[in-house]
């Protein structure tokens, strides 16, 4: 009796349930993938891979948890990746499935595609490394937007801080933010000399804080914060303080000598007061003239005029 397949329609020697071992195939996979997709969870720093709530150092994990999404629905003698490339986002992992869904049937191989979420995280014992190796922070801020002159001016300290001296500068990273910089370094006293070497260079306030970030006893481990708010101004600066021009006349052991616009008064203001209420830079131009047969300097601030004698 001459055999015919129930779906193509061709003659066969083999019929499974009435269709040919091809359409057989084709209507009963290997294999099905079990979840939308496996989310894959890797130490950038060491590589470990995140299995079953614990961090593995095996890469063999990652083919491990693809292959953990397959139902197999026939006989299967190997599996494995052929594809997958490992960047943040969703990926798709290529999976080669050897095996036969019936006995009549010899072994084949069959494509299965999984969908993959790869994320990157450090692992808690590379997170700990940089918090040892991150001993001290300085974060560095400025009371005005920071000019690009104040900006190179404090990387160049930072520089040179740091070749004076490079036996004990260890590890030392640098971050430009729009608001200033944040200096990580292990050597607290490499933190010291940098803050105190910009407090001396530019009017600005210094605060320190210690922390434990972990440990207890002699093994304990702390980090240094330092926290450098410098005031970037001077003799001849203009700026509005409490909501007045002023002109910046001098700075010395923590004050500035400050001449009120509107009033024509000095006052002297401590740069921690002048650093918690705040000041701004104004549009403004200075210019000299010719007053009462005298040298005058004048300032406009918004078309309003104030001379300051013998100021030019
Ligand atoms: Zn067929
Ligand atoms: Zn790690």
Redesign the pocket.
Known sequence: MRKF?A????E?DILIEG??P??YRKTHPLARVKRDYVGIVRCPSCGAVLYKGRWVRDYGVIEKLVLESLQYLGKVSSSRIEGLELKPGFTTAVVKVRGTVHELISEYEEEVLVRVRYTEELCPRCRDLIIERERAIVQIRSAVPMSDQVRKLIMDIIKRETVKDTERSGFLKVEELREGFDVKLSDQGLARAIAYKIHRTIPSRVLESQSVVRGRGDKVITKLTISVTVVPIGRGSVVMYANRPHLVLGYSQGNFRMLDLSSNNVLNVKINDLIRNGITVPEYEASCVEAGGARALEIVINDKRYIVNNAC
Request: one cysteine or more; a neutral charge; charged letters at 20%.
């Open positions: 397949c779906l193509c329609g061709r066969t269709l040919c091809d359409c």
